[in-house]
């Protein structure tokens, strides 16, 4: 009896030590630049000319396992064309579609996107890239996932699209958190978290 309960008392001791690793470590949980609703590593804008004249651009971020912004292609585009401009979301490190599920939840997401001056933080730029035409989710506001760009002029050097992708949680007061949310506002514990929050290089010849 007296080696039962050492037996019994050692694997207790080991348990305790193991299991809040187990719970704690999770290598694919993303940080700020991909929030924790979302494992989001690659995000993929695709712009097309409907009319042919001007060549399509596609333009991939690709985001490590702890959501650090790894590597990001600049979107070059040609002034004076009116794009049709999708955004693809996925988890590789879980094989899972996030635009799917974007669709899925659509009343609960919403993208903005802006031309800035700087790659972080940076002050509007007007101008250079017209973006308007995005589509609705389930309410009819806007979502994000499609939308019409159009060059409004050629830059004289780097400017940069940002992207961002807000989340809208259980204490949210839906629509109206949605409807009344901007780019610029911080996220709020529990109501609204990004995403997804980070810049495009940006050219227009």
């Known amino acids: 009896m007296p080696f039962t ?3 019994s008392a ?4 080991v348990l305790m030590f193991v299991l809040p690793f187990a719970v704690a470590c999770d290598s694919n949980e993303p940080d700020d630049n991909a929030g924790e609703q979302e ?3 690659n995000v993929t804008l695709s712009f097309d000319d409907p009319t ?4 399509n651009v596609t333009a991939e971020a690709v985001f490590g396992s702890g959501g650090d912004l790894q590597t990001v292609e600049t979107i070059d585009l040609a002034n004076g064309v009116t794009y049709d401009v999708s955004i693809e979301l996925l988890d590789r490190f879980n094989n899972e579609d996030i635009t799917e599920e974007i669709e899925e939840e659509d009343a609960e997401h919403r993208f903005f996107y802006r031309v800035e001056d700087a790659e972080s933080g940076g002050s509007p ?4 890239l017209d973006i308007s035409g995005l589509d609705a989710d389930e309410n009819g506001d806007d979502l994000g996932l499609t939308f019409t760009a159009e060059t409004l002029s050629a830059t004289s050097g ?4 940002r992207v961002k992708l807000r989340h809208y949680e259980e204490n949210a007061t839906l629509p109206e958190d949605k409807r009344n949310d901007t780019i610029e ?3 709020e ?8 929050d980070f810049t495009y290089p940006l050219t227009v010849n």
């Open 125 to 128: 730029v007007d101008g250079v």
């Open 52 to 55: 042919g004249t001007a060549p």
């Open 10 to 13: 050692r694997l207790l001791l």
């Open 189 to 196: 514990p529990e109501i609204v978290e990004n995403d997804v």
């Open 39 to 41: 494992v989001i590593s």
């Open 5 to 7: 309960i050492r037996r």
């Open 185 to 187: 506002a911080p996220e």
């Open 158 to 161: 780097t400017l940069y699209l």
